[in-house]
């Protein structure tokens, strides 16, 4: 301590003492022990206050003092990317570091070479593109630079922002690589309602060319060779449909279209960041991790590594997962983790963390597909019925696979929307290119198609003189119909609710006045859109631990993970109404409690035969996949499941065997059997006629009789929950999940095998959308004929998303959504290639995200439909908010200026120009 005086005053100035770290479980089990303190702790979000008051939850948050039992001082690494991938990259010159700048360890290319490293399949490509070769890709990673000090990082940062260190030779070619997919899609309806499919992708398969051009393009003609096998008969149905439009009688109307949308950055909270520690002595690598998909990300660590060479192979990984500061698919099996690793490893003993700042997200992190589309559709004059579909998409993949052919796929299944049309024929090419990697990004393939579809209908309509909302009515795909790819939606299909809210609507119903009465210099426009999103991606997984202990506090452990999405609070919801309580502890991203259940698997769920699937199930600790990445609107649908079927169990044979014996039920009472009637109510649990029991007091009993009061549990759904029946108390109770272990009273948990299962058939793969939710919107615009600059000053969101687990969570996903879509429309772009993010000098002072200023944040009306049935189980709603605030606000443009546009973004030069 030292002790000073200033001004008289006498001054003590020390060091502050250690803070102990916490166990991180802690820090990422909510709401945590402050909530309790604050009145009305149980209701809203369960992860609210942890966030609002700064609590550590996020990866980039964690400091090596942080972490329990690790060393205090943290190190720091960088890293160096491309910015150019058309010249030989030739080496690193550091020379501009001044010694206090200078690395403790430069990583490349030859360093992970001769540590024996293994570049997961998924990611296949150079981690470090080697000298003398050209980058794959812009921001490619072209050397790690690992820091002693965060002093010594800080001061390197800023010096290499200004000078890149990274040297180039010869310029090249970009570097030529296959393209990541390409597939069309076919279907011909039956000659009458309800008669069999001609053709479709469920009758016949996906389809894809076997004939390509030098340059990697697809030949989509079918071609009289033997090369593509099955796709020529698809082929052929196609290239029928086109000549039906192009032939097209003057008794239909055909329109020929053009539309572009741009690649965009996920423009999350947090920017990735990670921590790592490899302690040589135990030999094990520990790391923090901010990732939508856990498991993936540590079954991949393990594969990097797995045969690496002495000193770069660990024992053992423990990865820890914290929340996520935003995803939107962006931290969706991103290779971001493998540098974190890969860090440690060369700096063993040392705890370093490798955290990106804007710009580097911006050049490293991965982004929205930019799409060109061109559609074709032939209307009935008569009748404004939609007869022929066609079109072909065309999207930018950048340097990596990743998800561009599942981008690509759903393109094409979401093509028609949500209408009802007899013949259709998409392709779609996923191509590689030099740009930055794009990938999962909310909505994707479906938030472009869409709106070029749905600004094509409003165009229609107004060519064959039919309100906009009456011709979407006419087209609607109904209950029982076909999609695109010959299967039925299997869940409500609210869309003529949603047609009629719209229509209804003061905002739709006053556009013509609002119009005329637009001030002098101001133009107003009034535009609706539709959307339906599927939910899900056809192989989904949940894992959910529930317990409960003596006085009633319960515990739940889930492998989904937080990023915003209100997973913590959705199923704490879902459970509190099977056991009366909301949760006293909610652990997400948690896939290492689950051990019991002994899961394993083969094989990818996407691919395997029928065959392949029945032997495998022989096993009983078979499951086609272990466990999802949060994404793709899955949480409330997906990520509750498991957990809810686990607290289902623990009620049906633990609290309410318990609570017989408490009302002193026998044996031979027939009321034993309606424990489905009972119900909770403040805390106490209800069946007519009997006295209400406490909650605390029915679990005691529980634990006293040895009943259920603790289950682990598995899911999985190919467009329908697997099936099987376990033996319990004498029954062979029959559930949606496929592996279950219990535990009974203060005991340990025991897996039970399962005597019967049912997986959804295999031939569900070619399902493209089964699951969905929906959503409309209407936008009213006003737009300044001296800028061209277009204010939204209204807007209607009407959706629906089945059993609504969190309210605030969905009206708070619908702004979101809103506010994403608005900056898509009309602010958000990023060029492809050297003038793109792959600079390196890309910030949010060139980027524009919709503001608070930019939003009508005082006039955004949201309605959520009641669901359909008390027993209706909860849709996924996230990304389907987003999507028709696009082509909503496109329609508006139109209507108050005449011009429609076809490229996005729209910006006040664009209107300018046409005004």
Same mark, same amino acid.
């Given at each position: 301590?030292?002790?000073?005086?200033?001004?008289?005053?006498?001054?003590?100035?020390?060091?502050?003492?250690?803070?102990?770290?916490?166990?991180?479980?802690?820090?990422?089990?909510?709401?945590?022990?402050?909530?309790?303190?604050?009145?009305?702790?149980?209701?809203?979000?369960?992860?609210?206050?942890?966030?609002?008051?700064?609590?550590?939850?996020?990866?980039?948050?964690? /400091?090596?003092?942080?972490?329990?039992?690790?060393?205090?001082?943290?190190? =720091?690494?960088?890293?160096? /990317?491309?910015?150019?991938?058309?010249?030989?990259?030739?080496?690193?010159?550091?020379?501009?570091?001044?010694?206090?700048?200078?690395?403790?360890?430069?990583?490349?290319?030859?360093?992970?070479?001769?540590?024996?490293?293994?570049?997961?399949?998924?990611?296949?490509?150079?981690?470090?593109?080697?000298?003398?070769?050209?980058?794959?890709?812009?921001?490619?990673?072209?050397?790690?630079?690992?820091?002693?000090?965060?002093?010594?990082?800080?001061?390197?940062?800023?010096?290499? /922002?200004?000078?890149?260190?990274?040297?180039?030779?010869?310029?090249?070619?970009?570097?030529?690589?296959?393209?990541?997919?390409?597939?069309?899609?076919?279907?011909?309806?039956?000659?009458?309602?309800?008669?069999?499919?001609?053709?479709?992708?469920?009758?016949?398969?996906?389809?894809?060319?076997?004939?390509?051009?030098? #340059?990697?393009?697809?030949?989509?003609?079918?071609?009289?060779?033997?090369? #593509?096998?099955?796709?020529?008969?698809?082929?052929?149905?196609?290239?029928?449909?086109?000549?039906?439009?192009?032939?097209?009688?003057?008794?239909?109307?055909?329109?020929?279209?053009?539309?572009?949308?741009?690649?965009?950055?996920?423009?999350?909270?947090?920017?990735?960041?990670?921590?790592?520690?490899?302690?040589?002595?135990?030999?094990?690598?520990?790391?923090?991790?901010?990732?939508?998909?856990?498991?993936?990300?540590?079954?991949?660590?393990?594969?990097?590594?797995?045969?690496?060479?002495?000193?770069?192979?660990?024992?053992?990984?423990?990865?820890?997962?914290?929340?996520?500061?935003?995803?939107?698919?962006?931290?969706? =099996?991103?290779?971001?983790?493998?540098?974190?690793?890969?860090?440690?490893?060369?700096?063993?003993?040392?705890?370093? /963390?490798?955290?990106?700042?804007?710009?580097?997200?911006?050049?490293?992190?991965?982004?929205?597909?930019?799409?060109?589309?061109?559609?074709?559709?032939?209307?009935?004059?008569?009748?404004?019925?939609?007869?022929?579909?066609?079109?072909?998409?065309?999207?930018?993949?950048?340097?990596?696979?990743?998800?561009?052919?599942?981008?690509?796929?759903?393109?094409?299944?979401?093509?028609?929307?949500?209408?009802?049309?007899?013949?259709?024929?998409?392709?779609?090419?996923?191509?590689?290119?030099?740009?930055?990697?794009?990938?999962?990004?909310?909505?994707?393939?479906?938030?472009?198609?869409?709106?070029?579809?749905?600004?094509?209908?409003?165009?229609?309509?107004?060519?064959?003189?039919?309100?906009?909302?009456?011709?979407?009515?006419?087209?609607?795909?109904?209950?029982?119909?076909?999609?695109?790819?010959?299967?039925?939606?299997?869940?409500?299909?609210?869309?003529?609710?949603?047609?009629?809210?719209?229509?209804?609507?003061?905002? !739709?119903?006053?556009?013509?006045?609002?119009?005329?009465?637009?001030?002098?210099?101001?133009?107003?426009?009034?535009?609706?859109?539709?959307?339906?999103?599927?939910?899900?991606?056809?192989?989904?997984?949940?894992?959910?631990?529930?317990?409960?202990?003596?006085?009633?506090?319960?515990?739940?452990?889930?492998?989904?993970?937080?990023?915003?999405?209100?997973?913590?609070?959705?199923?704490?919801?879902?459970?509190?109404?099977?056991?009366?309580?909301?949760?006293?502890?909610?652990?997400?991203?948690?896939?290492?409690?689950?051990?019991?259940?002994?899961?394993?698997?083969?094989?990818?769920?996407?691919?395997?035969?029928?065959?392949?699937?029945?032997?495998?199930?022989?096993?009983?600790?078979?499951?086609?996949?272990?466990?999802?990445?949060?994404?793709?609107?899955?949480?409330?649908?997906?990520?509750?499941?498991?957990?809810?079927?686990?607290?289902?169990?623990?009620?049906?044979?633990?609290?309410?065997?318990?609570?017989?014996?408490?009302?002193?039920?026998?044996?031979?009472?027939?009321?034993?059997?309606?424990?489905?009637?009972?119900?909770?109510?403040?805390?106490?649990?209800?069946?007519?006629?009997?006295?209400?029991?406490?909650?605390?007091?029915?679990?005691?009993?529980?634990?006293?009789?040895?009943?259920?009061?603790?289950?682990?549990?598995?899911?999985?759904?190919?467009?329908?929950?697997?099936?099987?029946?376990?033996?319990?108390?004498?029954?062979?109770?029959?559930?949606?999940?496929?592996?279950?272990?219990?535990?009974?009273?203060?005991?340990?948990?025991?897996?039970?095998?399962?005597?019967?299962?049912?997986?959804?058939?295999?031939?569900?793969?070619?399902?493209?959308?089964?699951?969905?939710?929906?959503?409309?919107?209407?936008?009213?615009?006003?737009?300044?004929?001296?800028?061209?600059?277009?204010?939204?000053?209204?807007?209607?969101?009407?959706?629906?998303?089945?059993?609504?687990?969190?309210?605030?969570?969905?009206?708070?996903?619908?702004?979101?959504?809103?506010?994403?879509?608005?900056?898509?429309?009309?602010?958000?772009?990023?060029?492809?290639?050297?003038?793109?993010?792959?600079?390196?000098? !890309?910030?949010?002072?060139?980027?524009?995200?919709?503001?608070?200023?930019?939003?009508?944040?005082?006039?955004?009306?949201?309605?959520?439909?009641?669901?359909?049935?008390?027993?209706?189980?909860?849709?996924?709603?996230?990304?389907?908010?987003?999507?028709?605030?696009?082509?909503?606000?496109?329609?508006?443009? =139109?209507?108050?200026? #005449?011009?429609?546009?076809?490229?996005?973004?729209?910006?006040?030069?664009?209107?300018?120009?046409?005004?």
């Amino acid at each position: 301590m030292t002790w000073v005086a200033a001004s008289g005053i006498m001054l003590a100035m020390s060091r502050i003492g250690p803070v102990r770290a916490a166990r991180f479980e802690a820090t990422q089990t909510l709401p945590g022990t402050a909530a309790s303190r604050l009145p009305g702790a149980t209701a809203g979000r369960i992860d609210a206050l942890a966030k609002v008051t700064g609590a550590k939850l996020y990866a980039s948050d964690f /400091r090596a003092a942080d972490m329990e039992g690790w060393p205090e001082t943290t190190a =720091h690494a960088l890293l160096v /990317r491309a910015a150019d991938a058309t010249h030989v990259f030739t080496g690193l010159d550091l020379s501009a570091l001044e010694a206090a700048a200078r690395p403790a360890q430069v990583v490349t290319a030859q360093d992970l070479e001769r540590a024996g490293v293994r570049v997961p399949p998924f990611y296949a490509g150079d981690l470090l593109c080697p000298p003398g070769k050209t980058p794959l890709y812009l921001g490619q990673p072209l050397a790690l630079l690992l820091f002693e000090t965060f002093d010594a990082y800080d001061r390197a940062r800023a010096i290499l /922002r200004e000078k890149n260190p990274a040297r180039f030779g010869a310029e090249t070619e970009p570097v030529a690589q296959p393209n990541y997919a390409a597939l069309r899609f076919t279907r011909v309806a039956g000659e009458t309602p309800g008669a069999p499919d001609v053709y479709s992708p469920l009758i016949e398969g996906w389809i894809s060319p076997g004939v390509f051009e030098p #340059g990697g393009r697809p030949v989509w003609q079918p071609l009289p060779t033997a090369e #593509g096998g099955q796709y020529k008969k698809g082929a052929l149905h196609g290239e029928a449909i086109r000549a039906f439009i192009a032939a097209s009688a003057p008794d239909m109307l055909v329109l020929d279209r053009q539309f572009r949308t741009q690649s965009v950055d996920p423009m999350f909270l947090e920017p990735e960041g990670g921590l790592a520690w490899y302690d040589p002595r135990a030999k094990a690598l520990r790391t923090v991790l901010g990732v939508q998909s856990p498991l993936e990300a540590s079954e991949e660590l393990a594969h990097l590594l797995g045969d690496a060479a002495t000193g770069f192979r660990p024992e053992r990984i423990e990865s820890h997962f914290a929340h996520v500061g935003g995803g939107f698919g962006g931290r969706d =099996h991103t290779p971001f983790p493998f540098y974190v690793a890969l860090a440690a490893m060369f700096l063993p003993g040392r705890p370093i /963390r490798l955290a990106h700042d804007r710009l580097q997200q911006f050049q490293g992190g991965i982004k929205r597909h930019a799409f060109d589309m061109h559609t074709q559709v032939a209307f009935e004059r008569a009748t404004g019925r939609m007869r022929a579909f066609a079109a072909d998409h065309v999207l930018d993949g950048g340097g990596l696979a990743n998800y561009s052919a599942s981008v690509a796929a759903v393109s094409a299944t979401s093509a028609i929307g949500i209408y009802d049309v007899p013949k259709v024929d998409v392709t779609t090419l996923a191509e590689h290119t030099r740009g930055v990697t794009a990938g999962s990004m909310r909505g994707y393939g479906v938030l472009q198609t869409t709106t070029a579809l749905e600004t094509l209908v409003d165009e229609a309509a107004q060519a064959l003189s039919i309100d906009p909302i009456t011709l979407r009515r006419r087209n609607l795909l109904k209950a029982g119909g076909l999609t695109m790819t010959g299967n039925p939606w299997t869940v409500s299909i609210r869309t003529p609710e949603i047609l009629d809210k719209l229509e209804a609507h003061a905002l !739709w119903r006053g556009r013509a006045a609002a119009r005329k009465a637009a001030p002098a210099g101001t133009l107003v426009g009034t535009g609706v859109a539709v959307c339906a999103k599927d939910y899900g991606t056809g192989a989904d997984c949940s894992l959910g631990r529930v317990e409960v202990d003596p006085q009633g506090r319960i515990r739940i452990f889930c492998d989904a993970v937080e990023m915003g999405n209100g997973i913590g609070t959705a199923v704490a919801n879902r459970v509190a109404g099977l056991l009366g309580r909301r949760a006293d502890e909610v652990s997400v991203a948690r896939i290492d409690a689950f051990d019991e259940l002994g899961l394993v698997t083969s094989g990818d769920p996407y691919t395997l035969t029928q065959t392949e699937q029945d032997e495998a199930a022989r096993n009983p600790r078979w499951v086609p996949a272990i466990s999802s990445a949060t994404s793709a609107s899955i949480g409330a649908h997906v990520g509750t499941q498991a957990a809810a079927e686990a607290a289902r169990l623990i009620f049906r044979f633990g609290l309410w065997p318990a609570a017989l014996s408490l009302w002193g039920i026998a044996q031979d009472d027939p009321r034993r059997f309606l424990w489905q009637e009972a119900f909770w109510f403040d805390g106490a649990l209800i069946l007519s006629g009997l006295p209400p029991l406490k909650q605390e007091k029915v679990a005691a009993r529980a634990h006293e009789m040895g009943g259920l009061t603790g289950a682990m549990a598995h899911a999985f759904s190919r467009w329908a929950w697997a099936q099987a029946a376990f033996p319990l108390d004498g029954f062979e109770w029959v559930v949606d999940l496929d592996a279950l272990a219990v535990r009974r009273g203060g005991g340990a948990f025991k897996v039970l095998d399962r005597s019967f299962i049912a997986f959804p058939p295999a031939s569900y793969n070619r399902i493209g959308t089964s699951f969905t939710s929906s959503c409309g919107t209407l936008v009213k615009v006003e737009i300044q004929k001296a800028s061209g600059a277009v204010r939204v000053s209204q807007a209607y969101s009407v959706l629906e998303c089945g059993e609504v687990l969190t309210p605030e969570v969905v009206v708070g996903q619908a702004q979101g959504g809103f506010a994403m879509g608005l900056g898509y429309a009309l602010l958000e772009t990023l060029p492809p290639f050297e003038d793109g993010p792959g600079n390196g000098r !890309w910030n949010l002072g060139d980027y524009v995200v919709a503001r608070g200023s930019d939003l009508p944040i005082h006039a955004l009306e949201v309605e959520v439909l009641p669901r359909v049935a008390p027993n209706e189980p909860p849709k996924g709603m996230a990304e389907v908010v987003m999507i028709p605030v696009v082509p909503a606000i496109l329609n508006a443009i =139109h209507d108050a200026t #005449g011009h429609r546009f076809r490229a996005l973004p729209v910006t006040p030069d664009d209107v300018r120009r046409v005004l």
